[in-house]
């Protein structure tokens, strides 16, 4: 590693910016590689099932054997095939003549069915509150309707969707590469289509540009025009018009007032009459459950929650007898920058804004190479009222924050809160206050599952996996021809874990792809003969590199959970810095990893986690003890005088056989806790395993520095009275810290701008958030952890799980 330090200073002098690097990037890196094809013949998973716990049916009927053998289509790409007609011209207009053969059913009669439903009929009868009924005239409460109405939505107009869809077919084929499709998930959501009942696409969001992709991408598979529920925060009011005209939905202000307004209350009727006759006339509907990552606050989203409230509330009171919810997931090789600028925009986005945007993109993109790819996962598709019914039979008790923390936090309680309970951080606001508890949990609940499953089955790009082998295993450079084998590593273990790839093809081609992409980040420098090294460069697009490396989290996070508890409990017996044999000598019990897993449970924020409702949390332990067993890091060890593992002559039958919910394996003879006492294990001894190990902490490390540096600024002193001044005051110690640190791999000091920085800025706004809700939320809780005695011995105490697992972890 000094060699190639050393390198680079003595090269970095000759090097110009216009002169070797660009002709390095020109030229093909200028080294010849062996071209080989390492993915087109291994196996490629099929992800996207539906939950089987919570939805067995639809687990079995909308799903066949035979979709898994079909490929990729683009649904960028029109040719002189796609159109009814043959010929030299057609093949130069056939973008045009798609445009016009694509069916757009009428809908001139909506607004006059949404008058006459029940809901608004009623309001304007006066026979519920806020409607005529409490003062006002009939007349007035049906103009008021009718403004509401004209704010939430408008009649697509076919003429105007058939042109937006031409230019926006010509724009994307500028900007992409490709957009992938696979055509077996896309069978099966036509095959549900058909079935009668109308569709919920619930999709992750990555850029504003997932808006107006997928409506595209459904219209031209002969779906119909989407209905997109967009958030009317970040539109001003030329583009809201625009985006009404092409199918766009959006929310009221007065949705959001108060339950004694009758204002908000007229508002979310009108809404409520509006998902209705959606539904009632089968148009599929688009709902963003995820923020924009540059959002702060919770990454499940408000606003996307609302709009599914309005839709389980349509399936529970028999309006229509089910829908079904379609998981989406949109990853790209890399988001434009242009588009990528609008997120910073105080001002909400205007015409002229994203016209000049798309210029922009047009411009940097115009007779160049590098264009993204991207890749669109429509997940199988599930029965809502079969997910309704399966939820509600599976609740149990629940716990309030204030119940379950101020034993903990007092010094009352050793042990590991109860997590089979129902611990609620997020306060509800907006139009799901209107709903009762149950349904509020119920939202809660099937938001988190939805989101969960489309995470899961996100493809990860080129970008990303070559952006986490920079960032977390060669944080000072490596060679390409070392990046060609440890990308195609990385690679398989992502498909050996149930994870799909959003490439295929040649080794070098993808490699070449990748860093082409990343140029503005990464730089080539010439060291020895024959071949490169590849270096992140320092500044401001480290951390576009660790927002890239953050897509690859999900794949590792069991691992890497397990690895962090793995070396909590390792901190205290051995040096930190001791060899990895002297480590591996240490037995260590099931339980002290369950105990140690579950604490990481609790601190790590649940919009990382992301854990399924219907998954018990010692079953997640499990899962995570598992997959440290299956990936070679623990091995099972029998102490003297134990039963062997594979002894089953003297296996004791349970006392009492009883039923127990579904995830409950309390009473099964291979999870039985008592016998889980005598279970140890010890770490592997294999080669890989010491690498693997710390590239598993180094993911969640900086995660976990910015939660220490958060436990020592609650160790300060008196802390600000309202919420905003704490996470204000908590987000200024955590950049002054990163910047105190200045740390860069291991001693290699470098500007404010660093990897490390990076990183902390960005899990900064979600830490921040987190810890002021759960210190913020319950007044009650905090002024009597303010007046006790034993409140600053106990804030020490609880430190100290932060404390076990940060010191030892690399930087």
Not at 192 to 201: N, R
Not at 451 to 458: E, F, I, N, T, Y
Not at 716 to 743: K, M, N, R, V
Not at 766 to 786: A, H, N
Request: charged share 20%; hydrophobic share 40%.
């Amino acid at each position: 590693m000094a060699t190639m330090l050393e390198g680079r200073r003595q090269t970095q002098p000759r090097s110009s910016p216009s002169g070797r690097e660009t002709s390095l990037w020109s030229s093909g890196f200028g080294m010849k590689l062996e071209a080989i094809t390492p993915f087109l013949g291994k196996y490629r998973p099929f992800v996207g099932r539906c939950c089987q716990t919570c939805t067995p049916k639809s687990w079995e009927s909308l799903f066949h054997r035979s979709i898994t053998d079909l490929g990729f289509c683009s649904v960028i790409l029109v040719k002189e095939e796609n159109t009814r007609f043959r010929g030299w011209l057609v093949r130069r207009l056939c973008y045009f003549l798609w445009s016009l053969e694509q069916h757009i059913p009428p809908c001139q009669d909506a607004p006059q069915k949404i008058e006459e439903s029940t809901g608004v009929q009623n309001l304007l009868s006066g026979r519920v509150p806020g409607g005529a009924g409490e003062g006002q005239a009939p007349d007035l409460v049906k103009k008021e309707v009718q403004r509401i109405l004209g704010h939430i939505q408008a009649s697509p107009r076919p003429f105007l969707v058939r042109l937006f869809s031409w230019a926006l077919l010509r724009f994307l084929n500028c900007l992409f590469l490709n957009v992938q499709l696979h055509k077996g998930q896309m069978k099966m959501v036509q095959k549900a289509a058909q079935a009668g009942s109308p569709l919920v696409l619930l999709s992750t969001h990555k850029t504003l540009l997932d808006g107006i992709l997928l409506p595209f991408m459904l219209l031209s598979q002969g779906l119909g025009v989407l209905r997109v529920a967009w958030d009317s925060r970040a539109c001003s009011p030329a583009l809201r018009v625009l985006l009404r005209k092409l199918g766009g939905l959006f929310l009221p202000p007065e949705a959001n007032l108060s339950l004694d307004s009758s204002e908000g209350f007229l508002a979310r009727a009108v809404v409520q009459a509006v998902i209705e006759q959606l539904l009632v006339s089968g148009q599929p509907l688009l709902i963003f459950l995820e923020e924009l990552p540059e959002s702060p606050g919770p990454r499940l989203s408000a606003l996307g929650q609302a709009w599914l409230g309005f839709v389980v509330q349509a399936v529970q009171v028999g309006i229509v007898p089910d829908a079904l919810l379609v998981p989406v997931a949109v990853t790209y090789d890399l988001v434009p920058d242009a588009l990528c600028d609008i997120y910073h925009a105080s001002a909400p986005l205007g015409l002229w804004t994203g016209a000049l945007a798309v210029l922009r993109s047009l411009w940097s993109h115009w007779g160049c190479s590098r264009r993204i790819c991207s890749r669109v996962h429509l997940a199988q598709p599930f029965s809502l009222q079969e997910y309704i019914v399966s939820a509600r039979s599976c609740w149990g008790g629940r716990q309030t924050l204030e119940q379950l923390l101020q034993p903990i936090v007092l010094g009352q309680c050793t042990a590991v809160p109860d997590t089979e309970k129902e611990q609620e951080w997020t306060p509800i606001t907006g139009p799901l206050l209107a709903l009762k508890e149950e349904d509020q949990l119920l939202v809660r609940r099937l938001s988190c599952h939805v989101l969960s499953a489309s995470v899961g089955s996100a493809a990860v790009m080129s970008t990303a996996i070559m952006a986490t082998l920079l960032l977390f295993k060669h944080q000072k450079g490596v060679f390409l021809s070392q990046l060609l084998g440890e990308f195609s590593w990385l690679t398989e273990e992502i498909l050996l874990r149930g994870f799909d790839v959003g490439f295929s093809g040649q080794l070098r081609s993808l490699l070449k792809h990748s860093l082409s992409l990343l140029r503005a980040h990464v730089a080539l420098l010439h060291i020895r003969q024959g071949d490169l090294l590849v270096v992140p460069r320092p500044g401001p697009g480290l951390t576009q590199l660790a927002r890239l490396s953050a897509e690859l989290l999900p794949v590792f996070l069991s691992e890497a959970v397990g690895a962090c508890a793995v070396r909590g409990l390792l901190a205290g017996r051995v040096p930190p810095q001791g060899p990895w044999e002297l480590q591996g000598i240490l037995l260590l019990s099931q339980n002290e990893l369950y105990r140690q897993i579950l604490l990481l449970m609790h601190l790590l924020p649940q919009d990382l986690l992301l854990l399924k409702p219907c998954q018990s949390s010692y079953c997640y332990c499990q899962e995570v003890l598992d997959r440290l067993i299956q990936c070679g890091l623990l091995v099972a060890e029998e102490t003297p005088g134990s039963r062997s593992a594979c002894d089953t002559g003297r296996q004791r039958l349970s006392r009492k056989l009883l039923w127990k919910p579904s995830g409950d394996f309390t009473d099964s003879d291979s999870d039985d806790f008592e016998e889980a006492e005598g279970r140890y294990f010890r770490l592997s001894q294999q080669s890989h395993c010491p690498d693997f190990f710390l590239f598993l902490c180094r993911l969640l490390s900086p995660l976990l520095k910015a939660f220490a540096q958060a436990a020592a600024f609650l160790h300060q002193g008196q802390l600000p009275d309202t919420e905003s001044g704490y996470t204000e005051q908590l987000f200024q110690f955590l950049q002054a810290t990163a910047q105190e640190e200045g740390i860069f791999g291991e001693s290699q000091p470098v500007s404010p701008g660093s990897w490390r920085q990076g990183c902390l800025l960005v899990v900064a706004a979600p830490c921040r958030t987190t810890l002021g809700r759960r210190l913020q939320s319950s007044e009650g809780l905090l002024s009597s952890l303010s007046s006790s005695p034993p409140w600053a011995a106990a804030l020490h105490k609880r430190r100290e799980p932060c404390a076990q697992w940060l010191p030892v972890l690399p930087t």
